[in-house]
């Protein structure tokens, strides 16, 4: 049989497979073949294996509960995506694109977010990471009338304690000043290293700097 172009597979929480597909899942990448329930015939396949993980899949090799052989052969490049709360600067940035991808899903017209929503969203620790950011953001749009989602339209899994308490002046800031004081709080939390308060903002080093130099601060002022 002709080999078919290279197709990308992509496989969601694989700790989590069962045990007897693993060795399913082997053969075909280390044979590219596999056959289907019911043929008698074997397919060749070229196929590119992309997987997510919740799980250690080094520990649970250790544990036998994931075959060791399958572990070493898929574990070629591995990326490391931080959690939500290890990226607080994206958080405004990602809010916006799954507000407007939101309103389209449920036709309803654009909606922006309001300063005091933005700051309750960038300090909010996201135990549930993005599933959980469009959970809260698809119920405060369905709990919208207007053409702004507002802080008191958000909902928390976690509740009402969970949320951040906002002073009054926070209202009234633009998201670029929320930015910038939400990194100031971050170098004065690490005392003025820039490298570990980009490793805390979940931002490369060179995006800090140029963040720094757009808003004028200076490391200097936070060393002690």
Same mark, same amino acid.
């Given at each position: 049989?002709?080999?078919?172009?290279?197709?990308? #597979?992509? /496989?969601?929480?694989?700790?989590?497979?069962?045990?007897?597909?693993?060795?399913?899942? %082997?053969?075909?990448?280390?044979?590219?073949?596999?056959?289907?329930?019911?043929?008698?015939?074997?397919? =060749?396949?070229?196929?590119?294996?992309?997987?997510? =993980?919740?799980?250690?899949?080094?520990?649970?090799?250790?544990?036998?509960?994931?075959?060791?052989? #399958?572990?070493?052969?898929?574990?070629?490049?591995?990326?490391?995506?931080?959690?939500?709360?290890?990226?607080?600067?994206?958080?405004? %940035?990602?809010?916006?694109? %799954?507000?407007?991808?939101?309103?389209?899903?449920?036709?309803?017209?654009?909606?922006?977010?309001?300063?005091?929503?933005?700051?309750?969203?960038?300090?909010?620790?996201?135990?549930?990471?993005?599933?959980?950011?469009?959970?809260?953001?698809?119920?405060?749009?369905?709990?919208?009338?207007?053409?702004?989602?507002?802080?008191?339209? /958000?909902?928390?899994?976690?509740?009402?304690?969970?949320?951040?308490?906002?002073?009054?002046?926070?209202?009234?800031?633009? /998201?670029?000043?929320?930015?910038?004081?939400?990194?100031?709080?971050?170098?004065?939390?690490?005392?003025?290293?820039?490298?570990?308060?980009?490793?805390?903002?979940?931002?490369?080093?060179?995006?800090?700097?140029?963040? #720094?130099?757009?808003?004028?601060?200076?490391?200097?002022?936070? =060393?002690?």
């Amino acid at each position: 049989l002709e080999v078919p172009h290279r197709a990308t #597979l992509f /496989l969601d929480k694989i700790g989590d497979m069962d045990g007897a597909l693993q060795p399913n899942l %082997l053969k075909v990448l280390e044979d590219r073949r596999f056959r289907r329930v019911g043929d008698v015939a074997e397919r =060749r396949v070229d196929v590119r294996l992309v997987a997510a =993980r919740s799980h250690d899949l080094a520990e649970m090799v250790r544990e036998k509960r994931f075959r060791a052989d #399958l572990y070493y052969r898929i574990n070629t490049v591995v990326l490391r995506v931080p959690a939500l709360r290890e990226r607080a600067a994206d958080i405004p %940035l990602l809010a916006d694109a %799954l507000l407007r991808r939101l309103t389209q899903e449920m036709g309803r017209p654009e909606l922006e977010l309001a300063a005091d929503a933005v700051e309750a969203l960038a300090t909010y620790p996201w135990p549930g990471n993005v599933r959980e950011l469009r959970n809260v953001l698809e119920r405060g749009v369905l709990a919208t009338q207007g053409r702004q989602l507002q802080r008191r339209s /958000l909902r928390f899994e976690s509740g009402a304690a969970a949320s951040p308490v906002l002073d009054e002046d926070s209202l009234h800031l633009t /998201l670029a000043e929320l930015e910038r004081r939400h990194i100031e709080r971050v170098l004065d939390h690490e005392k003025g290293h820039v490298v570990v308060a980009a490793e805390r903002l979940g931002i490369p080093r060179s995006t800090l700097y140029q963040k #720094l130099k757009e808003f004028g601060i200076d490391p200097g002022d936070y =060393r002690r």
